[in-house]
């Protein structure tokens, strides 16, 4: 704003020195060609020139008028009181006039700057200076001393100085606008410069505003940079760096903060908790597969044991019994062994078929009208010698009338179930009685295997329905067997329909109970 406004000064200074300048332009052009004029160079009439071109003193205000001839010697010369210098129009200024028919200029005298306006004197037919060759020059000279300065300044309103070409002023008032115009001699050289300085109540308006608007400005970007900070540290940066620490740390803690965060992370904290629990179920079901195989291992070693025993069993005593020095009685006992590690075998590789069956989904369940009762009389009969063997006692109870105790049911399933569970009370006690049989309860049929046997510890008895699971053999060593037997249980239970589950007490022994549902 200050240089525009600068720039508008010092145009409007220019065109008041143009002005003034003009008049003497004018008063010079107007004198030069003229019939009059040209007829008294020639006959040198002084008289002529002191009413006719010192006038110009007077009227004009000019303060110095000459006139040279056509071979350059000064032929008239006055002045005003104020510029006693004489005959000072240098002859290169004379011969650059000749050349160009008009010129003006600046020039430094003792009693101040000067302005000259000089031009060829012609006919008065020739009012352009061109057609006609020059009759002789006349120069009019203005002092620009200090009266000339004094009524400018009211015209200007400004301060003005003349000083030497190559001097500046340094303005201390910062309201106050200063331009310098340069004066220069015929050549273009400076010879002079004017200096105009002026208040400008707007530049200090200007400035108020400016410093203002400038603190006003500073405030604003102070306060949005204090509000964004907070916003960001609130909105942002605190929930970034909860996320940057829950990648890091995987903290489960951290969690219920994130979800209380603005925005978005709310969304990052549930996919976090998504995560965190996907991870926690990979991390399980890896730690399952890993305990499956180690299982399965075991299993498989188990199951190359269990079936390797009565293999050996059987092949030894075959041998044995070629020998035909053998009492009968030897032989008998031989046979014996022979038949009861084929019963195992044949058990074994039973449930083996049963299993894959049941994991191939080929096991099939073929209901029909079922007598409970009938199935507990022969479980009962079917374990007859083994009790005896072990010297243990066998009850039963049947919780229906045998002509009510029909049930639509798998027969042979409901059987295999009581044979294995009543064989594990035997294999896991193999002391004092066992009591199994079945009531009514609800709309149930609730089946029971009670043994006074070595029990279950509490956190095995879920697993033990689970493929391949068997509690560390402490007790018995007797306690062969595949591990198949309550996890093919189980499935049966559930295929018709069922649950079964134990309780037990180690040390007591234990009862399992399986239920199915009662429709007949
Ligand atoms: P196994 O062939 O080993 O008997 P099961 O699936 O029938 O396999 O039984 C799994 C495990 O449950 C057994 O190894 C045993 O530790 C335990 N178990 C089953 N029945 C009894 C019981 N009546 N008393 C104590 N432990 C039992």
Same mark, same amino acid.
């Given at each position: 704003?200050?240089?525009?406004?600068?720039?508008?000064?010092?145009?409007?200074?220019?065109?008041?020195?143009?002005?003034?300048?003009?008049?003497?332009?004018?008063?010079?052009?107007?004198?030069?060609?003229?019939?009059?004029?040209?007829?008294?160079?020639?006959?040198?009439?002084?008289?002529?020139?002191?009413?006719?071109?010192?006038?110009?003193?007077?009227?004009?205000?000019?303060?110095?008028?000459?006139?040279?001839?056509?071979?350059?010697?000064?032929?008239?010369?006055?002045?005003?009181?104020?510029?006693?210098?004489?005959?000072?129009?240098?002859?290169?200024?004379?011969?650059?006039?000749?050349?160009?028919?008009?010129?003006?200029?600046?020039?430094?005298?003792?009693?101040?700057?000067?302005?000259?306006?000089?031009?060829?004197?012609?006919?008065?037919?020739?009012?352009?200076?061109?057609?006609?060759?020059?009759?002789?020059?006349?120069?009019?000279?203005?002092?620009?001393?200090?009266?000339?300065?004094?009524?400018?300044?009211?015209?200007?309103?400004?301060?003005?100085?003349?000083?030497?070409?190559?001097?500046?002023?340094?303005?201390?008032?910062?309201?106050?606008?200063?331009?310098?115009?340069?004066?220069?001699?015929?050549?273009?050289?400076?010879?002079?410069?004017?200096?105009?300085?002026? *208040? +400008?109540?707007? &530049?200090?308006?200007?400035?108020?505003?400016? @410093?203002?608007?400038? %603190?006003?400005?500073?405030?604003? =970007?102070?306060?949005?940079?204090?509000?964004?900070?907070?916003?960001?540290?609130?909105?942002?940066?605190?929930?970034?760096?909860?996320?940057?620490?829950?990648?890091?740390?995987?903290?489960?803690?951290?969690?219920?903060?994130?979800?209380?965060?603005?925005?978005?992370?709310?969304?990052?904290?549930?996919?976090?908790?998504?995560?965190?629990?996907?991870?926690?179920?990979?991390?399980?079901?890896?730690?399952?597969?890993?305990?499956?195989?180690?299982?399965?291992?075991?299993?498989?070693?188990?199951?190359?044991?269990?079936?390797?025993?009565?293999?050996?069993?059987?092949?030894?005593?075959?041998?044995?019994?070629?020998?035909?020095?053998?009492?009968?009685?030897?032989?008998? *006992? +031989?046979?014996? &062994?022979?038949?009861?590690?084929?019963?195992? @075998?044949?058990?074994? %590789?039973?449930?083996?078929?049963? =299993?894959?069956?049941?994991?191939?989904?080929?096991?099939?369940?073929?209901?029909?009208?079922?007598?409970?009762?009938?199935?507990?009389?022969?479980?009962?009969?079917?374990?007859?010698?083994?009790?005896?063997?072990?010297?243990?006692?066998?009850?039963?109870?049947?919780?229906?009338?045998?002509?009510?105790?029909?049930?639509?049911?798998?027969?042979?399933?409901?059987?295999?179930?009581?044979?294995?569970?009543?064989?594990?009370?035997?294999?896991?006690?193999?002391?004092?009685?066992?009591?199994?049989?079945?009531?009514?309860?609800?709309?149930?049929?609730?089946?029971?295997?009670?043994?006074?046997?070595?029990?279950?510890?509490?956190?095995?008895?879920?697993?033990?329905?689970?493929? +391949?699971?068997?509690?560390?053999?402490?007790?018995?060593?007797?306690?062969?067997?595949?591990?198949?037997?309550?996890?093919?249980?189980?499935?049966?239970?559930?295929?018709?329909?069922?649950?079964?589950?134990?309780?037990?007490?180690?040390?007591?022994?234990?009862?399992?109970?399986?239920?199915?549902?009662?429709?007949?």
């Amino acid at each position: 704003m200050t240089n525009l406004m600068q720039e508008q000064f010092k145009n409007e200074m220019i065109t008041l020195l143009n002005l003034k300048q003009n008049t003497y332009k004018e008063v010079v052009y107007d004198y030069t060609y003229w019939d009059e004029f040209v007829s008294t160079i020639k006959n040198k009439d002084n008289e002529w020139y002191q009413s006719n071109i010192s006038s110009i003193l007077g009227s004009f205000h000019a303060d110095y008028v000459c006139v040279y001839d056509t071979a350059l010697n000064l032929i008239y010369e006055d002045g005003s009181p104020d510029l006693l210098s004489r005959n000072f129009i240098t002859l290169e200024t004379l011969k650059a006039l000749q050349g160009k028919r008009f010129i003006n200029y600046f020039q430094v005298l003792p009693e101040g700057t000067i302005s000259i306006n000089a031009a060829s004197i012609h006919p008065t037919s020739d009012p352009t200076h061109s057609k006609t060759k020059p009759e002789g020059y006349l120069f009019v000279i203005k002092l620009w001393g200090d009266d000339f300065i004094d009524k400018l300044i009211p015209i200007s309103g400004a301060k003005i100085k003349i000083i030497p070409p190559h001097d500046s002023i340094i303005e201390s008032n910062p309201n106050y606008i200063t331009v310098t115009h340069t004066l220069t001699s015929w050549d273009e050289e400076p010879v002079a410069q004017m200096h105009f300085s002026k *208040e +400008f109540r707007a &530049i200090f308006v200007f400035r108020q505003m400016s @410093l203002v608007i400038f %603190i006003t400005l500073m405030l604003s =970007i102070i306060i949005t940079w204090l509000l964004l900070y907070f916003i960001t540290k609130h909105w942002v940066r605190k929930p970034l760096k909860l996320v940057s620490e829950l990648l890091i740390t995987e903290k489960h803690e951290l969690i219920p903060e994130l979800l209380k965060a603005p925005g978005e992370f709310k969304l990052i904290g549930n996919l976090f908790k998504l995560l965190f629990k996907q991870n926690k179920e990979l991390q399980e079901a890896k730690e399952k597969a890993e305990e499956n195989e180690k299982l399965k291992t075991a299993f498989l070693a188990n199951m190359a044991h269990e079936i390797r025993t009565p293999m050996n069993g059987i092949l030894g005593f075959s041998e044995l019994l070629k020998n035909r020095n053998l009492s009968k009685q030897k032989q008998e *006992e +031989f046979l014996n &062994i022979i038949e009861d590690s084929g019963n195992k @075998l044949l058990y074994i %590789i039973n449930n083996l078929v049963d =299993i894959s069956k049941i994991e191939a989904g080929q096991m099939k369940v073929i209901l029909e009208k079922t007598n409970l009762n009938e199935i507990i009389d022969y479980i009962y009969h079917f374990f007859g010698p083994k009790i005896e063997k072990y010297n243990m006692q066998l009850a039963c109870s049947k919780g229906l009338a045998q002509d009510l105790a029909f049930v639509n049911t798998d027969h042979d399933k409901i059987n295999a179930i009581l044979i294995n569970l009543v064989n594990n009370a035997i294999k896991y006690s193999q002391r004092g009685t066992i009591t199994f049989g079945y009531r009514l309860k609800d709309s149930c049929i609730e089946f029971f295997v009670k043994d006074e046997g070595q029990g279950i510890e509490k956190n095995m008895q879920e697993s033990i329905f689970e493929r +391949f699971i068997q509690v560390e053999k402490s007790i018995f060593k007797a306690n062969e067997g595949s591990g198949l037997g309550l996890t093919i249980s189980k499935s049966y239970v559930e295929m018709l329909g069922g649950k079964i589950w134990v309780e037990s007490e180690p040390g007591k022994g234990s009862q399992f109970f399986f239920s199915i549902p009662c429709q007949s």
